[in-house]
């Protein structure tokens, strides 16, 4: 079985393992680290955990945060689409 989730071969530029939830994950962490304003370790651990949950957060990305600022945009607490886990999340990231 070569599920992406269970192998930790995927390293980061400064060689450590890196362990995805799915190839899906994996791709989305790739292309918005890309993207974003700063590549630095709170960034990563940022696009990382939103990129987790495709329902969740993954999917919302960008209502949740702002690439180009480097903001969380906390008006998305307030949207419909939120569950308790991607609330949780979102506070999360936002205060760390």
């Known amino acids: 079985m070569n599920n992406t989730a269970l192998r930790a071969g995927a390293q980061s530029a400064n ?3 890196m362990v995805f939830a799915n190839e899906e994950h994996e791709k989305f962490y790739f ?4 993207q974003a304003r700063y590549q630095d370790c709170y960034h990563k ?10 329902e969740d957060t993954r999917n919302h990305f960008s209502q949740i945060y702002d690439i180009k600022s480097g903001y969380i ?3 998305c607490l307030h949207q ?3 569950t308790s886990g991607s609330v ?4 999360f990231v936002n205060i760390s």
């Open 31 to 34: 292309e918005k680290l890309e």
């Open 15 to 17: 060689n450590t393992h």
């Open 45 to 54: 651990a940022l696009i990382y955990i939103l990129g987790i949950s495709e």
């Open 73 to 75: 945009k906390t008006e």
């Open 88 to 91: 949780r999340v979102v506070d």
């Open 80 to 82: 419909g689409w939120q």
